[in-house]
């Protein structure tokens, strides 16, 4: 079992910045890749960034890159999503999941889930 705790949500206006932080326990952190989604009000989960165990690779949707930055401290089993440029559309439950292996942007890949933070961001 990994447990997986997501803190740093919150209300922000449009061009704000947001930290979310993830943090895991339980099995061996380095085994996992590791991912963000999103779930708006009325909308499907959406995969939003996702990082390899090493953090050498990283990936993320086309409405997030430039703006996004997903990291991971494998010595603090953290995970980090830097969000910049914030807009009202990025508003959701923001939820980080582990996959054992490697990446994916499916969600049905991931093996355990946050509980998720909200971050709202006000135009």
């Known amino acids: 079992q990994v447990q997986l705790v997501e803190s740093g949500g919150g209300l922000v206006q449009a061009g704000g910045s947001l930290r979310l932080s993830c943090a895991a326990s339980?099995?061996?952190?380095?085994?996992?890749?590791m991912g963000w989604f999103r779930q708006a009000p009325g909308k499907e989960r959406e995969f939003v960034a996702a990082?390899?165990?090493?953090?050498?690779?990283?990936y993320y949707v086309d409405s997030v890159k430039g703006r996004f930055t997903i990291s991971r401290d494998n010595a603090k089993n953290t995970v980090y999503l830097q969000m910049n440029s914030l807009k009202p559309e990025d508003t959701a439950v923001y939820y980080c999941a582990a996959k054992f292996g490697t990446t994916s942007y499916l969600g049905k890949d991931y093996n355990y889930w946050g509980q998720g933070t909200q971050v709202t961001v006000s135009s």
């Open positions: 339980g099995r061996t952190f380095i085994n996992y890749a």
């Open positions: 990082i390899t165990w090493s953090g050498g690779s990283t």
